[in-house]
Nanobody, 120 residues
């Protein structure tokens, strides 16, 4: 089955850094678009960063220049390096995969989320 397992969340002070990682299984990773979304308290889920299977990257304006999305097609992982964190970055961060399974089925799949809290 498809699995996306996030790790790396936690509590960090403003200005600090965290690196989130998402390990994928059950998909043809190298043909999937991978993304990180987040949902802050009382807010809707929003796109943070996406990297397509072709390597095209987009960032939300609020994180551009502070966050970096990286994929490793050999390890089937996608990471989100977060620097200069702000309290407004506090959210549950979700990994998302869009693309084919070995069965040929197209999936749009979410991980369980990992909590990032930015607070002094």
């Amino acid at each position: 089955q498809v699995q996306l397992v996030e790790s790396g969340g936690g509590l960090v002070h403003p200005g600090g850094s965290l690196r989130l990682s998402c390990a994928a299984a059950g998909i043809i990773f190298g043909r999937c678009d991978m993304a990180w979304y987040r949902q802050g308290p009382g807010k809707q889920r929003e796109l943070v960063a996406r990297i397509t299977f072709g390597g095209t990257i987009i960032y939300d304006a609020s994180v551009n220049g502070r966050f970096s999305i990286l994929r490793d097609n050999a390890e089937n992982t996608v990471d989100l390096q977060m620097n200069s964190l702000k309290p407004e970055d506090t959210a549950v961060y979700y990994c998302n995969a869009k693309g084919p399974r070995p069965t040929g089925e197209y999936v749009d799949f979410w991980g369980q989320g990992t909590l990032v809290t930015v607070s002094s």
